[in-house]
């Protein structure tokens, strides 16, 4: 009985911080062991640099790298993929398994991949084929586009164009960048 009150302690006092430090890095395997009681969990395949920091033993450049990765197209599938694309042996990266999970995305069932449209490349015609982009929308950005340079990725494109978050959650399915 007298181990429960420290350990729900450090699990409070974990919680607490894990709560109001969004950049918050575990320390130990016991962090890691109380995070994953506290339902933390990282999607390999959605993770961005900060979620990775927040593991112990990765640099940010490996950080980057994953996220670079996983925005180019690349999948992870489990642990071995991690390790493989970071060049590391599996056994450093194995204590961090809890806290890692793969989840895989049928992007088929989300949009036929035909719809898939760059718009750093499309035309106005092309983009005006997209549900949700109307010709004065695709003209604006095609302008833009000849105008700025290139968007960078889907934030870049937003504010660019001055686009509302619910008009980005329609549009975010249709562009890749």
Not at 64 to 90: H, M, N
Not at 95 to 121: A, G, K, W
Request: proline share 6%; hydrophobic share 45%.
């Amino acid at each position: 009985m007298n181990n429960w009150l420290p350990l729900n302690l450090k699990l409070q006092k974990l919680r607490t911080r894990l709560l109001n430090d969004p950049y918050y890095r575990l320390q130990s395997g016991e962090e890691i062991q109380m995070a994953v009681k506290l339902g933390i969990k990282i999607d390999a395949n959605q993770a961005t640099v900060d979620d990775w920091l927040r593991l112990p033993g990765l640099s940010i450049h490996q950080a980057r790298s994953l996220v670079e990765l996983s925005s180019s197209g690349v999948k992870f599938y489990c642990l071995e993929d991690i390790a493989a694309a970071l060049a590391i042996p599996l056994q450093r990266l194995e204590p961090l398994q809890p806290l890692l999970s793969f989840i895989f995305y049928d992007e088929e069932s989300l949009i036929n991949p035909t719809q898939i449209v760059n718009p750093n490349t499309a035309s106005v015609a092309r983009l005006a084929q997209i549900p949700f982009i109307d010709p004065s929308l695709a003209q604006a950005v095609v302008q833009n586009r000849v105008s700025f340079g290139p968007y960078r990725n889907l934030v870049d494109f937003q504010q660019r164009l001055s686009l509302s978050g619910d008009a980005i959650a329609q549009l975010m399915y249709y562009l890749r960048f």
